[in-house]
């Protein structure tokens, strides 16, 4: 755990539990604009006997026949016991008409309505969103404690891949995934390492994995299937790894390793780049939430009707590039869990069951948002 300047803790995870520091909202609060006035008045013609801003305080009470002039957020004040808004009001000199009959209460927030002092207001383990950076802040905390990042190695592998600043021969590629997860992992709250690109060799493999695991979790990115040069299982079946699994039945990424090597986790994630981005989604990060201190890591899926009809083989459930707009969701055409450009023409994936080959247009259908 570490303790971080408010101005930095967007999107950590709480340590500790935030309680309010006093009544909300600690007075009386006035949620329009207009007169506090006593609602055994009304309707009727009052006498104004001054106003109140917000951040400040009448030092008057309200009497009967009388009305404050009262602005959004600033306090009631005493006597006074629901506010009029100023649309339904009529100011003549020192006089304010009213039509309108209030009971008491009326466009008054009440002292302690949000929360009573002391009152749990975040729990640790909450990830901590914009609402939450308000929340601390109005109860006075200019720092706040959370769980420190998970350091998660990723690996990529394979003699096609060079790095990114270098100009790829005909057969090679840039190292996209490996910048991928780096992003994925931020996302995710945590600190991604990206080590060096393993080769096609056993041995390379087996001490670039070994560097990995001195992280907190590590992320390999292809060898993982049954190839001939697919070495990352192999290489840690000698460092005497226990494997979880090693498929799932989804497309993209059925060849999906996962398992623990010296107490440390590690996913083998396939190593199209769709492959990659996929499973990272689906499994690994709720991983890495779960190691930043979250106490829960859902997927982000949601029901969307789908613009066109859309087919696909049973068998496996796909999550395949989509399009959501409001409520509706469009298939994006893609070549493969190769296509990159696809997958940035999307912002989803829409997921098909693995049992339902047909969808007609407007059926609803499960996304998982980006």
């Known amino acids: 755990m570490e303790t ?38 009304l309707p009727g013609t009052l006498r104004i006997i001054g106003e109140v801003a917000a951040g400040a305080v009448f030092e008057g009470t309200v009497g009967r026949g009388e009305a404050v002039e009262i602005m959004t957020g600033a306090p009631r004040p005493d006597g006074a016991d629901c506010v009029v808004m100023v649309e ?21 927030a009440p002292r302690g309505c949000e929360a009573l002092q002391g009152a749990p207001l975040l729990p640790a383990g909450t990830r901590i969103e914009y609402p939450a950076i308000a929340l601390l802040a109005s109860t006075g905390h200019p720092t706040v404690l959370v769980y420190r990042k998970p350091r998660i ?11 990114v600043d270098q100009t790829p ?14 992003a994925q992992v931020s996302r995710a709250g945590g600190e991604p390492v990206i080590l060096p690109i393993a080769p096609d060799t056993l041995e390379a493999t087996r001490a670039l994995i070994e560097q990995g695991l001195e992280a907190d979790m590590l992320l390999l ?50 190593g199209n780049p769709a492959s990659t981005m996929v499973t990272f989604e689906i499994f690994a990060r709720a991983a890495i939430e779960l190691l930043s201190g979250a106490t829960d890591a859902p997927l982000h899926l949601t029901l969307a009707k ?10 496996l459930t796909r999550f395949l590039p989509a399009t959501v707009r409001c409520t509706e969701v469009t298939p994006v055409v893609w070549q493969g869990s190769g296509d990159v450009p696809s997958l940035c023409r999307g912002n989803a994936y829409l997921v098909a069951d693995s049992e339902t080959p047909e969808y007609a247009t407007g059926d609803l259908i499960p996304v998982l948002l980006k």
């Open 88 to 108: 339904h009001c009529t100011v003549s000199g020192q006089n304010v008409t009213t039509d309108k009959s209030l009971t008491p209460g009326t466009h008054i």
């Open 221 to 270: 990115s292809g060898g993982v299937s049954a190839g001939k040069y697919d070495f990352v299982e192999p290489a840690f079946a000698e460092l005497g790894a226990e494997f979880f699994f090693d498929r799932v039945k989804i497309q993209p990424g059925q060849p999906l390793v996962f398992g623990r090597a010296r107490d440390k986790f590690f996913f083998g994630l396939p």
């Open 306 to 315: 789908l613009t066109q009809p859309f087919r696909h083989k049973t068998g």
């Open 4 to 41: 971080v300047p408010l101005q930095e803790a967007h999107l950590r995870v709480l340590a500790e539990d935030i309680a309010a520091d006093r009544d909300l909202p600690p007075f009386h609060r006035s949620v329009r604009d207009g007169f506090a006035v006593r609602a055994a008045d």
């Open 169 to 182: 021969l005909a057969h090679q590629i840039r190292n996209s995934n490996a910048q991928s997860l780096a």
């Open 153 to 163: 190695a990723i690996l990529a592998t394979g003699n096609e891949i060079v790095e």
